[in-house]
Nanobody, 123 residues
Framework: QVQLVESGGGLVQPGGTLRLSCVVS????????MGWYRQAPGNQRELVAV???????ESADSVKGRFTISRDNAKNTVYLQMNSLKPEDTAVYYC?????????????????WGQGTQVTVSS
């Protein structure tokens, strides 16, 4: 079993900063891509940023220049540094990990999601 636990959300004023963290634990052989998605009320879940095991990143145009994704492979942790926050960044942020694990005599890959952490940007 694999668990993803997010932290770091909260209420912040426009222009403020937050740093989200997501720790992956459990039966892990390797973690491939990790990332962050978000979902605002009435909207579909959307990609914020992803990072490969080698450190390559992609991010949504709406957050480029403001958000930075990073990871610590030794700690099985992915981070999202969010600067210059705007009210439209308000959403529940979900951590995502593509985890490879060993069971029996085979390796398997499965996508896992965290429970979500609320980010609210408001004055």
């Amino acid at each position: 079993q694999v668990q993803l636990v997010e932290s770091g959300g909260g209420l912040v004023q426009p222009g403020g900063t937050l740093r989200l963290s997501c720790v992956v634990s459990g039966n892990i052989f390797r973690i491939n891509t990790m990332g962050w998605y978000r979902q605002a009320p009435g909207n579909q879940r959307e990609l914020v940023a992803v990072i490969t095991s080698g450190g390559s990143t992609e991010s949504a145009d709406s957050v480029k220049g403001r958000f930075t994704i990073s990871r610590d492979n030794a700690k099985n942790t992915v981070y999202l540094q969010m600067n210059s926050l705007k009210p439209e960044d308000t959403a529940v942020y979900y951590c995502y990990a593509d985890v490879q694990y060993y069971r029996g005599s085979s390796y398997y890959s499965q996508n896992y999601w965290g429970q979500g952490t609320q980010v609210t940007v408001s004055s």
